[in-house]
């Protein structure tokens, strides 16, 4: 039931997101989450600018793989989006949870339930 429900939540806020694009209330700003993709950056250099590519990574502005002679050896992004990307692993793990997302995501594709702000 709460899966349903939360995915009602975020078709709803999809929808208004995609309704309200371009578009932003005067006096309220416009805030657009900002999608970074993964820049890869050789060891050598990632020494030489750490703390710039930490405060990027922290502010959600870079992820970035670092290479030691080509090879992918670690990852340094933002700790929530860590946290994120981990919490996301442990619900997909979860096989129930997975089947009832899977059937909210098919239940809403067949037009079936009902928004959380409806009565």
Known sequence: MYIKMYILRVARAARSSLANRGRCAPGWGCRQRRETMLEVIPLTQARQAFLQLVQ??????????????????????GYEEYRRLEETAQLLADQKLAGDLAQAVQDLARGKGQWLDEP
């Open 56 to 77: 990027r990574a922290e502010k959600g502005l870079g992820r970035y793989v670092l290479t030691k002679h080509g090879r992918p050896v670690a990852v340094l992004l």
